[in-house]
């Protein structure tokens, strides 16, 4: 018997991103556009008849004010919602009031960014599809993790874990961070995102882990039980002080590809922490964050790379390994089961 597909509704305003984002996901097997509205009243229309599993939301339609459509829906509906959108704010604010999750419109014709938002979209409507629960209020906490929470603070205050991702690697880090439990040692991470996008990002991890998640500022404290996202359009470095570590933003100096940068983050991992450090490296595009990671072996940390069959992209994980920088490959699922045999035994 096949499997059901995904039956998705798109509600945006311009007709050509409606045409655009209805190609992209028919061409996907596994999705089915159910139908496309073009303002708020068409869409509770569209939403009866279909009775979607995803829904994707423009936030400028002609007869809704900014939030209006978001709200309703999250409050009338069990059906997650992402937001597409160009305007950082809107992110945001559309996370606060129950979005499920966003992605940001094309802001050049280049075909790399046009592959990239089409791999994106259809990955963040399988997610929701796969992940959604049927009620909003906090994460989704499995069985196994709920006995894990229940276990002791552990962890010494040196250890720290160091996390960089691409293309793919939102979903990637957000499956590692929802199963681990609020003892595991401080966690950096560096995620290739545009400026402005990376706040609404933390917001939505912390809506759905454990841990407490957010954006990270200059100075921030590395703590137990804490996850710090690298603003995007700064560096982030990481630096020892006498109770553990702290991180610093600076702007690029012009060097490097991507700001923020992995490698950046996984030297100063490797200088700072040395053998107390855990680096990951997930899924993406080119090769940061394979040096950096190369680096952080030969000082003594302990390295791990996302498996090719898991990844959205091989190209950052394949790289790191055949510098000789990754220790273990792994299944992206099997990551947070083992940090956490790796960490329980420490502190």
Known sequence: MAKRKIKTIIIED?????????????????????????????????IEKVQPDVITLDMALPDVK???????????????VIVVTSIPEMCERAMELGAKDF??????GEKRTADQFAMLL????KTQANSFSGHRSGPDVSAARQMLVRQPQKADKDSV?????????????????????????GIVVVQHMPPGFTKAYAMRLDHNCELNVREA???????????????GGMQLTLYKVEEGYRVRLSPDDGHHNFCPSVDILFDSAARA?????????????????????????ETGAHTIGQNEETCTVFGMPRAADEL??????????????YLIRRFENKG
């Open 14 to 46: 311009s007709r050509l991103y409606q045409v655009y984002m209805t190609r992209i996901l028919s061409s996907d097997e596994q999705i089915e556009v159910g139908g496309v509205a073009g303002s708020g009243q068409e869409a509770f229309a569209l």
């Open 66 to 80: 900014e939030y209006e459509l978001l709200t309703a829906l999250v409050e009338q509906y069990d059906i997650p």
């Open 103 to 108: 992605i940001q419109k094309i802001q050049n």
């Open 122 to 125: 259809k990955l963040k409507i």
């Open 161 to 185: 874990i160091v996390i960089g991702a691409s293309l793919g690697g939102t979903e990637a880090t957000l499956e590692i961070l929802k199963d681990l439990p609020s003892w595991m040692p």
């Open 217 to 231: 500022k200059n100075g921030d404290k590395v703590e137990r039980g804490t996850v710090l996202i690298a603003k």
């Open 273 to 297: 922490a040395k053998r107390a450090a855990t680096g990951i490296i997930l899924t993406g595009m080119g090769s940061d964050g394979a040096e950096g990671m190369l680096h952080m072996h």
């Open 324 to 337: 000789g920088g990754v220790d273990i490959l792994l299944p992206n699922q099997e990551i947070a089961q």
